[in-house]
């Protein structure tokens, strides 16, 4: 089974903070996301990658920045760290020839204090 | 662009008694997938089913199966025989086939709660 890690489950940083969030999968899959969930919003998309240095903006990238250095690894950072930023940062990787499905991580719930 | 609506924030359903949750779906799209998600209260989120647009017939996978109506871009899961362990929430999400973009895009969620 593909297997998708995010390196934290709860993170609190400060204003203005630059914050690191680290995706990592354990197949050589290219393509991954990065969401982020609200109550009542679902699932939002941010970034997403199809390739080792290839980043593409999703829905809502502003405040946002994705570095894709090697191929396992996806990471989003936030320049600035703003109040509103606060959420559940979701990773996930596409399983191709399985459902078309993907795998996602067991999250990141951030807050920014 | 692709929508997906959501418009049951909240369900109750008793134990052992069949649920439907509602989705319905917006694109221009000819080519693409619906997907049913549920989260529990630990957070990950588990792959229930998928639906392609050119299936004829409705997805099955265990107690869930989609109601896939196109004419009307409906794709509601139905749980037969609900479980306590069936408390959730539970996103449907649709992806374009035909164009590049590989992500998926998800409606707002309903959260199911299972009375004993």
């Known amino acids: 089974d593909v297997k998708v890690t995010q390196s934290s489950r709860y993170l609190v940083k400060r204003t203005g903070e630059k914050v690191f969030l680290e995706c990592v999968q354990d197949?050589?899959?290219?393509?991954m996301f990065w969401y982020r969930q609200d109550p009542g919003l679902g699932l939002r998309l941010i970034y997403f990658s199809y390739d080792v240095k290839m980043k593409e903006k999703g829905d809502i990238p502003e405040g946002y920045s994705v570095s894709r250095e090697k191929k396992e690894r996806f990471s989003l950072i936030l320049e600035s760290a703003s109040t509103n930023q606060t959420s559940m940062y979701l990773c996930?990787?596409?399983?191709?020839?399985?459902?078309?499905?993907?795998?996602f991580g067991s999250g990141t719930r951030l807050t920014v204090v | 662009a692709q929508k997906i609506t959501q418009t049951q924030p909240g369900m109750f359903v008793q134990e052992k008694e069949a649920v439907t949750l509602d989705c319905t779906y917006d694109?221009?799209?000819?080519?693409?997938?619906l997907f049913w998600y549920k989260q529990p209260s630990s957070g990950e989120m588990i792959f229930l089913i998928y639906q392609g647009s050119y299936d004829e017939q409705n997805a099955t996978e265990g107690r869930y199966s989609l109601n896939f109506q196109k004419a009307r871009k409906s794709a509601n899961l139905v749980i037969s025989a609900s479980q306590l362990g069936d408390s959730a929430m539970y996103f449907c999400a649709m992806r374009a086939r035909d164009t590049g973009r590989r992500a998926l895009t998800f409606g707002s969620g309903t959260r199911l709660q299972v009375q004993p």
């Open positions: 197949m050589d899959h290219e393509n």
């Open positions: 996930a990787t596409e399983v191709r020839g399985q459902g078309d499905g993907y795998t």
């Open positions: 694109t221009s799209d000819q080519s693409y997938g």
